[in-house]
């Protein structure tokens, strides 16, 4: 079984947190690189701010959240 590291901020996938880390993220509100998601592979991803749901990470965050006081996009739970 291989595991998968996502950024929580726009969803890419890497094998390990080292090579996600490494790469630079266009939605991450507070650097330029991207952050794993830390919480566990869901079927359903809620945004923490408003409650949308989306099927992947990558889906969610490709929205704007209204309610996201830090950024522009839906960051999930
Ligand atoms: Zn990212
Ligand atoms: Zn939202």
């Not at 890419?12 to 794993?36: D, I």
């Not at 359903?44 to 408003?50: H, L, R, S, T």
């Amino acid at each position: 079984m291989s595991e998968k590291v996502y950024c929580k901020y726009c969803g890419s996938s890497a094998s390990s947190v080292s090579s996600l880390t490494q790469h630079s993220c266009s939605k991450n509100p507070e650097g330029k690189y991207h952050v794993p998601y830390e919480g566990s592979e869901k079927s359903k991803y809620e945004c923490k701010y408003c409650g949308s749901s989306a099927s992947s990470i990558s889906s969610l965050t490709q929205h704007s959240c209204s309610k996201n006081p830090e950024g522009k996009y839906h960051v999930p739970l």
